[in-house]
């Protein structure tokens, strides 16, 4: 994500090279001036009919940053995010 904030995120409780639980993928924009949330069931899902513009949001929570507050949700262009599946075979 060539960015350096998530190495040791200061402002969004993200840090580098640990694992969250992806809790919510979806896509958010303006429908007559209020916003419009529309989930989907993968990362990598294009967005859904009639949500063209729209801009895709996760939701991650790890228990160890974020035991006493709400996932943090943010654009996929702001982290760098890595399955654990892909980094496993990656290594392989």
Do not use: F, M
Not at 39 to 59: H, T
Not at 67 to 73: D, E, Q
């Amino acid at each position: 994500a060539n960015n350096d904030w998530n190495s040791s995120s200061p402002a969004y409780g993200i840090v580098r090279a640990q694992v969250y639980e992806l809790r919510r993928v979806y896509y958010q924009g303006l429908v007559d001036g209020c916003v419009q949330r529309v989930d989907v069931e993968r990362l990598d899902a294009p967005p859904p009919p009639g949500c063209a513009g729209y801009k895709k949001y996760v939701a991650l929570y790890s228990r160890r940053y974020h035991s006493g507050t709400a996932p943090v949700v943010l654009q996929p262009s702001e982290v760098e995010v890595v399955r654990v599946r892909d980094e496993v075979s990656g290594s392989a």
